[in-house]
């Protein structure tokens, strides 16, 4: 049960990953097009800043701790 809880929370923050490194390079790529006069969706990244990219940064650092502190507490148990 623990090893599937692990795994399905390991594919949750893969997929997390792409979605804040989907975000980063939409960002990037925007401000980028902003700078040469060209819209490529600035402002829509900006309205969706609060409602899915912040929590979606937040899922990935406390996913990367949950997921730290279980290997170390499996360490610590496994090394007895």
Do not use: E, H
Not at 53 to 59: D, E, K, N, R
């Amino acid at each position: 049960m623990k090893d599937k809880l692990i795994y399905w929370v390991n594919q949750l923050l893969v997929a997390d990953f792409f979605l804040v490194l989907f975000s980063f390079f939409w960002f990037a790529i925007a401000l980028l097009g902003r700078s040469i006069g060209v819209s490529l969706g600035l402002d829509l990244w900006y309205s969706l800043w609060n409602p899915v990219f912040t929590p979606a940064i937040g899922l990935l650092m406390a996913g990367a701790l949950f997921t730290g502190l279980m290997n170390q507490i499996n360490k610590r148990l496994n090394s007895d």
